[in-house]
């Protein structure tokens, strides 16, 4: 299923010359130094006798054996094997598997070898390449095995012949075909420049690598980059590591925390099955693990000191070896990406200026804008990282992103030094506040706001938990603006997210912009229909506003006006009134008849007002507004839009539904212009017009357009938003009136269910919905009539 860890063994020795106060040390796998000293390999002179030590076996995978069965990879085993059936037909006879750490590339080598030795009449040969000594070594080990004679390998080994040539000449006379596993080639250079890399029409070469783009791959081999597990077969993986657990769901759930990484799933799955004396349920092991990703290598078994089988390190494997190659640069960058979220992170936040003008050229490593390249380069050919161009569909050119996977990137940053990490917060916050920042009139465009979204709000996250103050007053700043700009956009769902984050943060301050944020989660909680909650937030910014702002700041007022909205989602109109009227009148007082904000509360207070049938004082107040309105901000400004669907709705009530419809048409031209087909005024517009047309007898034209508001308001907002409900109880009205009564009558039964489980069993929308239902449920009516009792307007 993933890597495994690699037995001790002899091939793994180095001859080494201890001076001065040098050690030497020999070890299996993966080594740790703890005394350095600088040793170097040469080549052996001509005739030099050194004791070589050949591995224990080329026929065996020297591996530990599968913690489980490998799961997915169907179609490369499948390609994989019918190449090893008959290799003088295969495309090419060299393939490539190359990976993340931890993806599961051994695994994939090590099943298809035992397949292929016992199901397609080969022999298999397996050599570990992970350095040019044992891959030499091993290699020697090949050709022997393959009918060189001990004096032709000596020969070779002493430097007497060329022993790539040996090895092909006997691999290439093999009176068997053979599959040859070069496992953990990580460093290209063992093979001198692919000297040692030949096709040969008896046999197939499979390398597993983390490096997927280096140039010995480019001479004729068959590439094959391993992702992570689909989440049904990650599921499997968990099953097979004795994990318990209710339902499936909940091992998806594990499985998706951790990315379906096959090494994080096995270690994971290792914990959670030897748990003897107290079981740990995967609800709490997620806990555990939120607080200390650490917590996966304790699945690892006791006294593993392997790396590549370890997490939180195998990544730094990788990060070594580009140190070792002259690029140290990359660590800080990987370091710099795990500040952000694990979404692909567009990489015109990484620009040269960008990077010379932040503290990452006084990061250890240094990384300055020249550099900034070959470390991206670095990561990318160890397969740390991808880059990507996303496809924009129509909003212009695609964008180049990196993407890393989100364990590496948690675990990371959790091991990033102590002493770096308030620097790298610091540099990420001023690299994102200065891409996004924009001229306090203007916007960044839809698909930037959508892009950043998820970095802006894991990088406030990390500055606030590190206690990061300049960073996290930097990440605050762009979440507040990102935040803002989708609200206006009407993109509620994001507005929610960064709202959240900002009013978290900020949870317990009562500075104005503390409070604000607390403002603005009401607002987006009630954008999303969820009016109780945003009540009971409204009202207590409103009463801490009072305390700390006064009661006629006009932020206090912003409170009033905004707790109305939510008291009106929920149709207590005479508290709604109450609210509107204190904010229109106060902000007329304080900021004038003619700004925004007091037209806009006016227009809702007519609203509040007519819905208590007051119809007179609404349509007075109504017109009042709208003429104040077009004359102080123009006929197209979304306040006279809103003020104008405000007169509209009050003279439907009112049944002057001529003179209803020209108002909505207006609006609606105006909304579609300056706000754009689907904004949610614009689909208020278009709902509103579906049900004057209704009203006017214009049913396909009114059917149109409900049919539009619901299909859209189901994709933005979801099947059972108050918004959506509304206009599928309008829909089904519609419907009666055509004659369609049996769907009238299904639709207005299921939109009732969902009214009563979502709105309350009083809410005015539901009672609506009901009276509807049961007008659709008696004998059907004529075409295009539309019985008085339903109670709409």
């Known amino acids: 299923m993933t890597e495994q860890p690699r037995i001790p063994r002899a091939d793994r020795m180095l001859r080494t010359v201890a001076e001065g106060s040098s050690s030497v040390y020999q070890a299996g796998g993966d080594q740790i130094i703890v005394d350095y000293s600088v040793q170097q390999y040469e080549r052996p002179a001509p005739g030099a006798r050194l004791a070589w030590a050949s591995p224990e076996s080329v026929r065996t995978p020297m591996v530990s054996p599968l913690s489980s069965p490998l799961r997915d990879r169907h179609d490369l085993r499948g390609e994989l094997l019918r190449a090893i059936r008959d290799p003088a037909r295969a495309v090419t006879g060299l393939h490539v598997v190359y990976g993340m750490p931890g993806s599961g590339k051994t695994a994939l080598a090590q099943t298809v070898f035992d397949e292929a030795v016992a199901g397609c009449g080969v022999v298999g040969l397996w050599v570990n390449a992970c350095d040019e000594p044992t891959f030499r070594s091993g290699m020697l080990a090949v050709a022997h095995d393959r009918g060189a004679s001990q004096q032709e390998v000596d020969a070779a080994r002493e430097g007497r012949r060329a022993d790539a040539d040996l090895v092909w000449h006997y691999l290439d006379r093999s009176p068997d075909p053979w599959l040859l596993v070069l496992d953990d080639a990580d460093d290209p250079a063992v093979f001198r420049h692919g000297a040692w890399l030949r096709s040969s029409r008896r046999g197939i070469v499979l390398i597993t690598t983390r490096r997927g783009d280096a140039a010995e791959w480019r ?211 001023g690299l994102l506040r200065r891409l996004l920042s924009t001229d306090s009139d203007r916007f960044v465009d839809p698909r930037t706001l959508r892009l950043f979204t998820p970095h802006a709000s894991a990088l406030l996250g990390h500055a606030a938990a590190h206690r990061a103050e300049a960073a996290t007053e930097l990440a605050l700043s762009v979440v507040r603006d990102l935040r803002d700009q989708s609200y206006v956009r009407g993109d509620f769902p994001t507005t929610r997210t960064l709202a959240d984050e900002a009013a978290r943060v900020t949870d317990g301050q009562m500075s104005a912009e503390a409070l604000t944020d607390r403002h603005e989660q009401g607002r987006a909680l009630a954008a999303l229909g969820l009016f109780d909650d945003a009540a009971t937030v409204h009202e207590a910014t409103l009463r801490a506003r009072e305390s700390v702002l006064g009661p006629d700041h006009p932020d206090t007022l912003s409170s009033a006006h905004a707790l109305g909205i939510a008291l009106y989602g929920l149709g207590r109109w005479a508290e709604d009134e109450h609210c509107m009227r204190r904010a229109a009148e106060g902000r007329a007082a304080v900021l004038g008849t003619a700004h925004p904000d007091t037209i806009d509360s006016r227009g809702r207070l007519a609203e509040a007002i007519g819905q208590q049938r007051r119809w007179s004082e609404a349509r007075r107040l109504a017109a009042e507004n709208l003429a104040v309105s077009e004359q102080a901000l123009g006929d197209d400004h979304p306040h006279t839009l809103l003020s104008r669907i405000a007169l509209a709705w009050v003279l439907a009530g009112i049944g002057e539904w001529d003179e209803a419809a020209a108002h909505t048409r207006a609006t609606l031209e105006g909304s579609e212009r300056v706000l754009g087909a689907d904004h949610p005024r614009t689909l208020a517009a278009r709902q509103r017009l579906a049900d004057v047309l209704s009203h006017l007898g214009q049913w396909p034209q009114a059917l149109e357009a409900a049919q539009s508001v619901r299909a859209a308001r189901q994709q933005i907002l979801g099947p059972e938003h108050p918004h959506t409900l509304s206009v599928e109880i309008l829909l089904s009205r519609i419907l009666r009136g055509m004659g369609r009564v049996d769907e009238a009558r299904q639709l207005a039964a299921d939109r009732l269910t969902v009214c009563i489980r979502v709105l309350g069993d009083d809410h005015p929308d539901t009672l609506v919905c009901r009276t509807e239902y049961e007008v659709a449920s008696r004998t059907p009516v004529q075409r295009g009539m539309v019985e008085e009792e339903d109670g709409t307007s």
């Open 219 to 429: 001479r004729g081999a068959a590439p094959h980059r391993l992702d992570v597990l689909d989440v049904s077969y990650a599921v499997d993986v968990l099953r097979d590591l004795a994990v318990s657990a209710q339902d499936t769901a909940t091992l998806e759930l594990l499985a998706r925390r951790l990315g379906c990484h096959p090494l994080a799933l096995s270690l994971a799955g290792a914990y959670l099955g030897r748990q003897l004396l107290e079981a740990v349920s995967v609800d709490e092991y997620l806990k555990r693990l939120d607080s200390d990703p650490a917590l996966l290598d304790r699945g690892a078994a006791p006294g593993e000191q392997e790396l590549r089988r370890l997490i939180t390190s195998t990544w730094q494997i990788s990060l070594d070896a580009l140190t070792e190659q002259g690029v140290p640069e990359s660590t800080t960058l990987l370091r710099l990406l795990s500040c952000f979220a694990s979404s692909p992170l567009p990489v015109g936040l990484l620009t040269p200026a960008g990077i010379d003008g932040s503290g990452l050229p006084h990061a250890t490593p240094p990384l300055t804008g020249d550099h900034a390249n070959s470390a991206l380069g670095g990561l990318m050919s160890h397969s740390l990282v991808t880059v990507r161009e996303d496809d924009a569909g129509t909003e212009g050119a695609g964008v180049r992103s990196v993407q890393a996977h989100p364990l590496l990137l948690e675990t990371v940053f959790s091991r990033m030094p102590v002493d770096q990490r308030v620097l790298l917060l610091e540099s990420a916050a």
